[in-house]
């Protein structure tokens, strides 16, 4: 990377650390609103949300010529290699978003915002697995170390949680936040690969011939493929979130009826619920409910634009280890007092657990610098265990002719002809 691209992908990781920190605030208050509903309210009116936002923008941008349209027919309609464009990817992940928001919102009233945030770190595992199942990724014995690392940082608090030290947490909940990384880390990796498919054919066989299409993919056409295929998925996920979430006494109809009017402040949920164990400190449900999801909704939408942005300028992996830096920002803002949710108590367990968290962070980091450095390519895993070779002992030859390009790599060579 240059200079100025360096810079570039290190203002958006800040961005994206400060806009993560107070999303995970916006969520635990948004959640403690909306209770035994969250699950169900916020899968509904998030993919409305997300649809909502992205789309007027994307057109906005295209109708000032900002998006090329090349871009959009990329992603809907024909990629360059097989139609139905690059979305095909974005399906799965839509249902992957969609399904991850909703374990979540369903595990959140029940996980203190401090347990929640260090258990949600855990995502790192499943992003390298799935990068190196979709996007044949590989990575170094530093780097595996440094997950590593991490991840039992995440095991002392769950530790934590089993020893009763952290009262405001159920285990079985704090189960589901763990099973809920795994959506996002799939989903990333499948949007990665929609920008890496646009770079390949802008190297081998370029759509059309403009400059234009010289660009990267456009951050909003990639955000609103997957809040559509969000919002397609969401019925589906929804009613199956209602069937298990609802109390085994309340009618499916009776369940969503309560969750709108929750949404909408008007229904007493501390009335009906709160003398129920099972369901929290309900003392503000239902008061100030759609009023806090709109908030929590501005941040979250900014909050993913700049990992699309950081997914765009690096690479999935980057925006999740910038995601492990928006765990000790978060926990330090929960310390301060908040409407609903109050200020949260860190415990010196909990403080060892986020400090190992960080030096697996900063452990994996260093490594990817190496390998970076030393101009890895793909290879065998975990180098120096594994023979990698060096980029530089790659070459690339480009004879151009009239329109006719011929690209030669070590064994593989690429002919294209753009008739």
């Not at 990377?1 to 995970?24: H, K, P, Y």
């Not at 056409?221 to 919002?231: H, K």
């Not at 065998?380 to 070459?395: A, D, E």
């Amino acid at each position: 990377m240059t200079d100025r691209n360096n810079f570039n992908v290190t203002i958006a990781i800040l961005i994206s650390i400060s806009l993560g920190a107070l999303n995970s605030v916006l969520v635990k208050i948004k959640s403690d609103e909306l209770q035994i509903y969250d699950g169900l309210v916020s899968g509904v009116m998030n993919a409305i949300g997300y649809c909502a936002l992205y789309w007027p923008m994307l057109y906005l941008r295209w109708y000032f010529n900002i998006v090329p349209t090349e871009h959009i027919k990329f992603m809907f309609l024909h990629d360059g290699t097989k139609r139905f464009g690059a979305q095909r990817f974005i399906i799965a992940g839509g249902l992957a978003d969609e399904t991850g928001q909703i374990l979540s919102a369903v595990a959140q009233p029940y996980v203190s915002i401090v347990a929640s945030t260090l258990l949600s770190q855990t995502s790192s595992l499943w992003t390298m697995v799935t990068s190196a199942s979709l996007l044949d990724a590989r990575y170094t014995l530093q780097e595996f170390i440094g997950v590593g690392i991490a991840l039992s940082g995440a095991s002392i608090e769950i530790f934590a949680i089993e020893q009763g030290s952290d009262r405001g947490t159920k285990v079985s909940m704090a189960a589901l936040i763990l099973l809920a990384a795994i959506a996002p880390a799939f989903s990333f990796a499948l949007k990665e690969k929609c920008f890496r498919l646009w770079r390949k054919n802008n190297v081998t066989q370029p759509l059309i011939q403009s400059q234009a299409n010289q660009n990267e993919l456009d951050v909003w056409v990639v955000a609103s493929a997957a809040g559509l295929w969000s919002f397609i998925w969401a019925p589906f996920v929804c009613i199956v979130t209602a069937y298990i979430k609802k109390p085994n006494h309340m009618a499916l109809k009776t369940y969503v009826d309560q969750a709108f009017a929750c949404f909408v402040n008007r229904f007493d949920y501390a009335d009906k619920f709160l003398d129920d164990d099972d369901d929290g400190d309900a003392r503000f449900a239902c008061t100030h409910a759609w009023q806090w999801w709109t908030i929590y909704m501005i941040i979250n939408v900014l909050y993913n634009i700049s990992i699309y942005r950081v997914v765009r300028l690096a690479s999935a992996l980057t925006s999740f280890v910038a995601g492990k830096l928006v765990a000790p920002v978060a926990i330090l803002l929960t310390l301060a007092p908040w409407p609903v949710i109050g200020n949260g108590v860190l415990k010196p367990i909990q403080i060892l657990s986020l400090i190992v968290i960080l030096l697996g962070v900063a452990i994996f980091r260093h490594g990817t610098m190496q390998k970076d450095s030393l101009q890895l390519s793909k290879g065998v895993c975990c180098w120096p265990l594994g023979q990698w070779y060096s980029t530089s002992t790659r070459f690339t030859a480009t004879i151009r002719h009239q329109d006719e390009e011929l690209f030669l790599t070590p064994g593989n060579p690429i002919s294209r002809n753009p008739s």
